[in-house]
């Protein structure tokens, strides 16, 4: 029996990256940004939380937050950054964060130490010439590297000197898996 076409979401998010553009978007947006899938971040960091050290932990690309609230009922406080959502991190935080952007970090790294860098649902925005710079100089601020995606993307693997430690998922209500993928380094 073939399979039914999906219907397509104009309101998905990544219907309005095409639309816009990703930094357009947020632009527009990310003061109101609210990220649906809350709950799967949740569950993968509590978890979890027996294989990654929560103790001093950078909440990179914070979206609103997710992250760092996660963290906060599990007893840890995260520092936070992200150039375009910062206001929404603000408000449902009631704190402020940094607002380093990719290419930021890739000119230069973050000049602080931490036990893990989350980042939830945007590294697979980071242009393709850039991850690599841009995860090398991560690496340069934590030995753990924390990718939460709704896809198989970004494969850090692939990179030389980098290392899948685990993965665990989570699913969405729709049954679609949310990925939790921890890295380490030789660098």
Request: proline share 5%.
């Amino acid at each position: 029996m073939p399979k039914k076409p999906q219907a397509i979401n104009k309101n998905a998010i990544r219907n309005k990256y095409q639309e816009l553009g990703v930094e357009q978007y947020y632009a527009q947006h990310g003061a109101a940004y609210d990220n649906p899938h809350f709950a799967q971040i949740d569950q993968l960091l509590v978890q979890n939380q027996a294989q990654l050290d929560y103790s001093n932990v950078l909440d990179f690309c914070c979206g609103s937050g997710e992250v760092s609230l996660a963290l906060s009922k599990l007893g840890y406080e995260a520092k936070a950054s992200d150039p375009f959502t910062f206001e929404a991190y603000a408000k449902n935080t009631g704190k402020i964060c940094w607002k380093y952007t990719f290419e930021d970090v890739v000119k230069t790294p973050i000049n602080h130490q931490f036990s893990a860098i989350i980042c939830s649902f945007a590294m697979h925005l980071c242009p393709d010439d850039q991850l690599f710079p841009l995860v090398y100089n991560l690496f340069q601020s934590t030995s753990t590297l924390v990718i939460i995606t709704p896809h198989k993307r970004p494969e850090l693997e692939k990179y030389e000197g980098i290392k899948l430690s685990f993965e665990d998922f989570a699913l969405t209500q729709r049954g679609k898996k949310v990925r939790l993928k921890a890295y380490i380094s030789s660098f």
